[in-house]
């Protein structure tokens, strides 16, 4: 069979490989879902020079991809790798006289110079030259010489060009939804075609429900529509299902891939993370429509606007979203490095569909972005609160309403009850003169007082060892004046450092830091009545890692190990003379975060500094001491005992109220930002580059501020009515999701090695519609309004032959339902999926040992085992090392990075899943059981009704005929095999109601498996 086929998604390469034979024949052998063997001969003739060339050639459709895939690595952007000072990405360079004549001489191909040398005899003067493996085909020399020859039209990219509202062909009528129709029909027009016939009604209510919701449609709902004869009854769909609360999770699923949503860190241990509030945020920021805007604005620097509210910040949560790194071992200025490259690389392609993580080493090849605009766009982000090397703190809460009104009650009753306790009680004062009296005999009249610590560091090493072994000067005389290393390293008061509590630090890998503080004893007599020259005490300790302590100059303690830091983890027992003891701590880190713990250990009854008060004659007392010894007093005296347990009480309460509510990370800048340097090469060890401010690509309209910009700057900037990129980079990946394919394929770079619209001018069109208000679901609904979103998926022969991959949009695309709405699907039909909006995330089944390679520390996965394990599969447990493997089956990402489009792959792995997981064989189960109470009497009454259920639509006689010949056989099988029956059904955590007859639900648990199983239950047509 002679076929002659366009192929223009095959890499370069082979495309190029395949342009230099003449004829290839292709077996290929395939073995299909329904296990037939296909032998195909294909004679593929597919040079460029049969097919006929365009009677007008535009620059940025026909001869910039050519500039760009054979010329731009030498004569692009790059100046590193630029050759003969040449460059073709630029009209002014490419049009202007070189040594040996004009490059492009508009209007002459034979005087051109980029003519000559692509056509030259001699390889070592033809362009390209032959070792980079891009030759010219004729197609493209012939297309090169045409544009020239009708006069060398230059444009600027169109990506790069702010879309203006062009002029919609007159073809179909004036509404937005048929200008919209006017477009594709006039490109359908030039071609010879025309848009297919609509869908039918139930196709068309199916493929609505799961484009908006990711849920099928009832019977009942199908039925309401068909029977539905008004001219609204499609908006009235349309119009409910973007008001649902499931709207909401459907978008949602699309905007996670892009930003890269999970609920573990990523690097090394992937441990988990606080972030299930940012989820939530983004599902109800669709469902409320927020205008996209705001909705950038919130997540780029919802923390920096104005009296920001707890959803802002909330939304601010996604510049957290980076992977990150617990590994001892890690360096704090290489993660550093690869997190502010990692949110350029998001930023720049959520937005602005720009690769510009190409520029992180070396000047963008393909597009004007060099590695100076890529170090002052991460420079935006150098005001951001993070552990470079350990664990992110989760620090906003966000209780749901039950939480927040359970709290609110506590916080009222803690009030009452602290009121009632701190009430006057006259009997106190006389109660409170005889303990004192009892105490004076006993207590230590002059307790140490510890002053205010003072820290140093951190001194950074290459390795631990050192960091613990090195001495860096305190060690032989602390001056609090002395600055060290050409002063980058001083003496700082700590004076938040409270004894008892742990402290941590910066979480500089392999370094050392000093604290240091003055502990003073007053004169006070031995038991003798003599004055004591020295008094007793013990320290309690803790740090992270390596500890050692010097008291008055003498080592006491030291202590090589690894650990984290907690409360008494030492004790030293050590003297301390009368008047001035100088206390020094050296904590060595070697990776992850740090700190240390310190208290006197209390000797007496009550605490050292009651005890001083104690001592001190009442009229010498403040008014401060006076009323924190009555307060002690309080909180000791049996006479309120039972006041001090109510409210002890409550407050275990809040406590466990607080811990059951959700945390997550949020922004928070800090007043100095991290200095950002250009890094040659992108190497982090180089400190040689330049500072740089936070700024945008040069080639683009810049920020006009007085100062240094900030994150919400960029995020105006983003959104600025004159950057033509975001509004495009939006509305072009909506096209995507209900046409299947973008009007510019490629969905995460529109620059130069993307691809050029389909359809220019309605690519501009909707982007104007888009920035005129921002609308995002009045942008869904006038594509779904439209004749072109309306017509059927299947192909006739005509548009098999013209057409075969749909890039002209003559009929709809059908294409399997993503992962998530896969299992979605199945739990909807069953009845068990559970419908609760937001929360933290669950975890359905999965094979036991999945989660065995996972370490630091080790895990084992335990499944919800109530109704959380049946929730939507958006909430699924995102674990990006192990992904959860039913998700990666059907092609979910694992989230390190932006995924603008999943692929979408078909292979017998998802058939074992769709009949194996547990997920699908209790659904299946549970769906059975519904079969037999609601789908009637007879085994073809149930079968119909299953058809109807799974596929909303009638059984046809063939279809009956088989399915009643399987049913027959599982009855028969079951009915000889109960022990195998009862092993089915028990599946699943949902309980087998006690008065059904086993085998029968087998034989029909394996009806509802086989179809839940069909392609089509499974895809969007």
Known sequence: MQLKLVIPELPTKIRRLIHELTVIRIEVIMLSRSCVLLGIFITTSISAQDEPLPAKIDFNTHIRPIFTDKCFACHGPDARQRKGKFRLDLKEDAFKKHKNGFAVVPGNPGESLIVARINHQDLDERMPPPETNKPLTPGEIKMLEKWIEQGAEWKQHWAYVVPQRPEVPKVNGTGLTAQIDSFILAKLNERGLRLSEPADRITLIRRLYFDLIGLPPTPAQVDAFVKDASPNAYEKVVDELLASPNYGERMAIYWLDLVRYADTIGYHSDNHRDIAPYRDYVIQAFNQNKKFDQFTYEQLAGDLLPESTNEQKIASGYNRLNQTTQEGGAQAGEYLTKYQADRVRNTSQVWLGATMGCAECHDHKYDPISSRDFYSFAAFFADLEETAVGQQVATLKVPDPAQEKE????????????????????????????????????????????????????????????????????????????EYNDGKVKWTPQPNYEDGKVHAFGGVANSATFLYRIITVADQKDEDGDLALEVPVQFSLGSDDSIEVWLNGKKILSKDVKRAPLPDQDKVKATLEIGENRLLLKICNGGGGDGFYFRVVETGEVPNKIAAIIGTPMNLRTKEQTAEL????????????????KLDDLKKEQDAAEKAVLTTMVSKAKMDPRPIRILPRGNWMDSSGEIVQPAVPAFMKQIEKEGRADRLDLAKWIMDSENPLPARVFVNRLWKLFFGRGLSKRLDDLGGQGHPPTHPELLDWLAVEFRDGWD????????????????????????????????WYARQAFFRLDAEVIRDN???????????????????????????????????????????????????????????PMLLAFDAPSREECTAERPRSDTPQQALVLMNDPTFVEAARVFADRILKEGGK?????????????????????????????????????????????????????????????????????IARTTLNLYEANTRY
């Open 938 to 1006: 007879t085994p073809a009454e149930r079968i119909k009704w299953t058809f109807r259920e799974v596929l909303s639509r009638e059984i046809s006689p063939a279809e009956l005929a088989v399915m009643e010949g399987l049913v027959n056989k599982h009855i028969s099988e079951f009915t000889m095999d109960p022990e195998g029956a009862k092993s089915l059904v028990s599946t699943g955590m949902a309980p087998v109601p006690a008065d059904v007859n086993v085998s029968e639900l087998a034989a029909w648990t394996s």
């Open 630 to 645: 009555a307060e002690y007093f309080k909180s000791v005296t049996p006479e309120l005992a039972e006041a001090r347990k």
């Open 776 to 807: 995002m679901k009045k942008m869904v609904k006038l594509l779904l309004m439209t004749d072109t979103y309306r017509q059927t998926s299947q192909a006739s022969a005509k548009l098999r032959a013209n057409d075969p991959n749909n890039g």
């Open 407 to 482: 709290m609110e009650k506590l916080t009222r009753q803690i009030e009452d009850a602290t009121a009632d306790l701190a009430k006057p009680r006259p009997h106190l004062a006389k109660l409170q003169e005889e303990w004192e009296g009892k105490l004076k005999k006993q207590v230590q009249p002059n307790p140490p007082v510890p002053g205010p610590w003072s820290s140093l560091g951190p001194f950074a090493e290459t390795d631990f060892d050192t960091a613990f072994k090195k001495e860096y000067g305190p060690e032989k005389g602390v001056d609090l004046a002395r």
């Open 826 to 884: 199945a739990l909807a039909i069953s009845g068990l999926l559970v419908r609760d909006l937001g929360g933290k995330s669950v975890k359905p089944y999965q094979p036991v040992g999945y989660w065995q390679h996972l370490n630091f520390p080790r895990r084992t996965y335990m499944a919800d085992t109530d109704k959380n394990g049946w929730r939507r599969g958006l909430y699924t447990y995102w674990q990006r090392s192990f992904l959860h």
